[in-house]
């Protein structure tokens, strides 16, 4: 006689009612400061200061328009898709190539490899900030966008050549050979094989290294000192000075500084998901 295997008991209603009120508590901490922060941008700054917590009484875009101008958001915009866009194209070819080097090619020395890109992620951007800073000086890169991109992909590589790693080891070594036997050089398996089959992987690294890089702060500030310059990030803070903080705009620029963020994870949080279930499936 086959005995018939338990059936999952379901948990007692009382403790589901606290886990959906868990639930339901952590949704509205988190999307109450982002509505706050919405609706709290379309306020003057005196209003904002009587009253912090209420609806808008008279809704205006100035603030917006003011802080586009005096805070030149136009150009602060445009640096950050720069320094964001191609830090995050180089960091993934990067990434995505030293993972097929290091999974696929038969070398001794790929374990030091790997164990160096590892060690790379305990490295703070903090405790090198000033040796870099006086390399760039000495290079002459100060001031140029070449001297924000290269700090940026060196930092985001570790990350994105472990989580590349980790995939691409997945991918049977079977296709790799058999593309050589019929004459395939590196460079063929690495574009027609390697990048087409690692599409989830590099959604995720996309995805990663895009957040990274548009909200990273402290390499812009450091490296560059011409308004021309600053990303999205520093030019919010030219609103909050130390006698005079322009609420209002300061709202509207982070506003301004948190849509792209949000629209992007919109659109592609489907892809990261996807993109960690099958790296951690492959494992």
């Known amino acids: 006689m086959v ?7 379901m948990a007692p209603l009382s403790w589901r009612i606290a886990a959906y009120t868990l639930m339901a508590a952590f949704a509205v901490l988190t999307i109450f400061p982002l509505l706050w922060l ?8 005196a209003e904002i200061v009587v009253r912090p917590l209420g609806l808008p009484l008279n809704p ?17 915009l ?11 194209t180089a960091t993934l070819f990067l990434a995505l190539a030293a993972a097929f080097g290091i999974t696929k090619f038969p070398f001794k020395s790929s374990a030091f490899f790997t164990a160096a890109f590892a060690a790379g992620l305990m490295i703070t951007v903090h405790a090198v900030i000033i040796p870099l800073f006086l390399a760039e000086v000495r290079v002459g890169i100060i001031n140029r966008r070449i001297g924000v991109i290269l700090p940026y992909i060196a930092f985001d590589l570790p990350m994105s050549v472990m989580i590349a790693i980790s995939y691409v080891r997945g991918i049977p070594d079977a296709l790799i050979e058999s593309a050589e036997i019929d004459g395939a050089k590196y460079r063929y398996v690495f574009w027609k094989m390697i990048v087409p089959l690692s599409t989830p992987v590099i959604a995720t690294m996309v995805i990663l290294s895009f957040l990274r890089h548009w909200n990273e702060f ?26 005079n903080i322009e609420y209002g705009m300061q709202y509207a620029s982070l506003v301004i500084g948190i849509l792209p963020m949000i629209i992007f994870y919109f659109f592609f ?13 492959k494992e």
């Open 78 to 88: 445009a640096n950050s898709f720069i320094y964001t866009s191609i830090a995050t």
């Open 218 to 243: 402290l390499f812009v500030f450091v490296f560059t000192t011409k308004i021309a310059m600053k990303s999205l990030p520093v030019a919010i803070t030219l609103f909050a000075g130390r006698n």
């Open 3 to 9: 005995q018939e295997m338990p059936r999952l008991r």
């Open 269 to 281: 949080h489907d892809q990261l998901i996807r993109g960690f279930g099958e790296g951690s499936l």
């Open 60 to 76: 205006s875009l100035d603030n917006y328009f003011r802080a586009w101008q005096l805070g030149s958001l136009g150009t602060a």
């Open 38 to 45: 919405f609706y709290s941008s379309f306020k003057p700054h």
